[in-house]
């Protein structure tokens, strides 16, 4: 594996409102889209201490017996608990080697387009028997959304678009924040088991908080080798997903990488994917684009979000919402 290191951006600026850095923000950003596909950001602005209860949470919750995390195993929403064992990427030979709780937007079982039927929406899973993850979990994922928010005014300038291009598409995202424990892997279990098995992820972006075990390694195209993640104080890793890619015209580029727990200790992470409305239209077109030039046709973000989950996880096989 070789040590190339992927670029770290400082988004304080940016995140301070400073529209007058956006133009070197986003130039830093263009390229580390175009390239890597995956970068480091400093100055995040999330809270320590939100970082810290909802790693504290994390840890607790997953040292729980299972029958008691089976309590609130995953739903058709997408909220909840998954075991070892729930999730197989696509293409992968063996389930990945991970437990995860997700959350998403909190709707009331009142709200028009829960009401409506309309997939992956409605309440939380929360666990009654550990109330404090609600509150630490939450924390975090405001706190996430405003960063990923302030990202996507940089995105959205790096693409020579105004910086409120993705604000009226985000007014009801479809924001998923995953805590993600990973056990320390043997070399026994062999050249075919993960943590997560080689995968791109699905949505636009991703922002990811990880403790200081490495294990998240991301492909270089180039030489074809793993660049190891490094785990660094004070940053989070962001990368291009799927749906970003074809947004752009592959313009950005959503890059392979996986996960193997080789550190002998427990490693967590916290993934959010922060995507769009269910139906924020994804057109090439509407990131100046030319009809003759765009590769994919325009798909809600809900739909394409909603195929490649039906993909990965057994229980949402056959789902229908
Ligand atoms: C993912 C992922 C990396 C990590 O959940 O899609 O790539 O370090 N996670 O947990
Ligand atoms: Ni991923």
């Known amino acids: 594996m070789s040590e190339q290191a992927l670029p770290i951006i400082d988004v304080g600026p940016v995140r301070a409102g400073d529209l007058g850095s956006m133009a070197s923000i986003s130039a830093q950003i263009n390229d580390a ?7 480091y950001i400093r100055n995040h602005g999330i809270d320590e201490t939100v970082i810290d209860n909802v790693v504290a949470a994390s840890r607790a919750f997953f040292a729980l017996p299972a029958e008691l995390k089976q309590k609130v195993s995953i739903n058709k929403r997408h909220r909840g608990f998954s075991a070892l064992g729930d999730a197989t990427m696509y293409g992968a030979k063996r389930p990945d080697c991970k437990e995860f709780f997700t959350m998403g937007l ?11 039927g ?38 959205a300038h790096s693409l020579g678009m105004g ?14 924040t995953q805590l993600i424990y990973y056990p320390p892997q043997s070399a026994e279990m062999g050249p075919h088991q993960f943590g997560v098995a080689p995968h791109t992820d699905f949505g636009c972006i991703t922002l990811l908080w990880q403790d200081n075990n490495s294990g998240l390694e991301v492909l270089n195209r180039a030489s074809k080798s793993w660049i190891s993640a490094t785990p660094i104080e004070g940053t989070l890793v962001v990368n291009v997903g799927d749906l970003l890619a074809r947004w752009t015209n592959d313009r950005y580029t959503s890059t392979p990488h996986r996960v193997i727990n080789r550190s002998g200790y427990e490693r967590f992470s916290i993934a959010t994917f922060y995507d769009p409305d ?30 490649r989950l039906d993909q990965s996880f057994g229980y949402r096989k056959g789902a229908t919402v």
């Not at 997939?119 to 959304?145: H, I, K, Q, T």
């Open 33 to 39: 889209c175009m390239t890597a596909g995956f970068f």
């Open 106 to 116: 909190e709707l009331s079982e009142d709200d028009p387009d829960v009401k409506a």
């Open 118 to 155: 309309q997939p992956l929406r409605g309440p939380n899973n929360w666990p009654d028997f550990m109330p404090e993850l609600r509150a630490a979990m939450s924390a975090y994922y405001e706190a996430v959304g405003c960063c990923g928010a302030d990202l996507l005014k940089a995105i």
């Open 163 to 176: 910086v409120d291009f993705f604000i009226d598409r985000y007014r009801k995202r479809l924001q998923r």
């Open 278 to 307: 269910f139906n924020a239209m994804v057109d090439p077109c509407d990131l100046d684009i030319s009809p003759a030039e765009r590769r994919y046709e325009p798909i809600t973000a809900g739909q394409h979000i909603v195929n």
